[in-house]
């Protein structure tokens, strides 16, 4: 294995047991679950026509709504997961 394979893998401890996931074998479910507890996302959503950012775990369940982007990564950051945004 060289370098760069390592590069599309991640770490996995999984009921005891470490070892390494290929990222491009990953199942539509294991992408849905991957991360759900340490990453969130924001999106731009209206809410009775005033523009606001929705939070969602990286499952797509939501988990909170900001009034702008900047204090939707504040908030993720406060609960210790790591912010991405979705256009």
């Known amino acids: ?43 731009p959503v209206l809410v009775n026509g005033v523009a606001g950012m929705a939070i969602h775990a990286a499952d797509g369940t939501p988990i909170g709504a900001a009034p702008t982007a900047e204090l939707a990564m504040a908030a993720i950051r406060q609960h210790e997961m790591a912010p991405a945004r979705v256009h």
């Open 1 to 43: 294995m060289n370098e760069t394979d390592n590069e599309d893998r991640i770490p996995q401890d999984e009921e005891g047991a470490t070892g390494y996931v290929a990222l491009r074998q990953m199942s539509p479910l294991e992408w849905a679950r991957f991360g759900a507890h340490q990453i969130a996302y924001i999106r």
